[in-house]
């Protein structure tokens, strides 16, 4: 089953975020979407930015495979992308593989409290 994660990117950080992206991801091309509210509409622009790394990376536990005098053991960096949706002054980001790491620091922290007041849920799962 899949996960997805969605930000609300602080107003305040919103340049900040799209400069990391550009330079971390390549971006694709745009998608211009635009919906009927109420009386009004609001237009996204959808961008998808992806990174596939070509890269061997050590794996962390190495130091136990060496400890038994085993060879190295690489794995591939795993693909990810960040999906970013902006209308206006607002911008939100959906992210795949391990994204989220660039995108959690820009994030408006108090988003996720407020998205989930609105929301009435059947179960609540927990770590514990």
């Given at each position: 089953m899949g996960q997805l994660n969605l930000?609300?990117?602080d107003k305040?950080?919103?340049?900040?975020f799209l400069e990391e992206l550009e330079s971390k991801y390549a971006p694709s091309d745009e998608l211009t979407i635009s919906r009927n509210i109420g009386t009004g509409s609001v237009t996204y622009i959808l961008s998808l930015y992806i990174s596939f790394e070509q890269k061997d990376n050590l794996?962390?536990?190495?130091?136990?495979?060496n400890a038994f005098g085993e060879e190295d053991?690489?794995?591939?960096?795993?693909?990810?992308?960040?999906?970013?949706?902006?209308?206006?002054?607002?911008i939100y980001a959906c992210t795949f593989?391990?994204?989220?790491?660039?995108?959690?620091?820009?994030?408006?922290?108090?988003?996720?409290f407020g998205f989930a007041r609105k929301h009435k849920f059947k179960e609540i799962k927990t770590t514990r």
């Amino acid at each position: 089953m899949g996960q997805l994660n969605l930000y609300k990117i602080d107003k305040l950080k919103m340049e900040d975020f799209l400069e990391e992206l550009e330079s971390k991801y390549a971006p694709s091309d745009e998608l211009t979407i635009s919906r009927n509210i109420g009386t009004g509409s609001v237009t996204y622009i959808l961008s998808l930015y992806i990174s596939f790394e070509q890269k061997d990376n050590l794996v962390e536990w190495q130091w136990l495979l060496n400890a038994f005098g085993e060879e190295d053991y690489t794995n591939r960096s795993n693909p990810k992308s960040v999906l970013v949706l902006q209308s206006k002054d607002v911008i939100y980001a959906c992210t795949f593989g391990f994204s989220f790491f660039t995108v959690d620091k820009y994030c408006d922290t108090d988003f996720a409290f407020g998205f989930a007041r609105k929301h009435k849920f059947k179960e609540i799962k927990t770590t514990r």
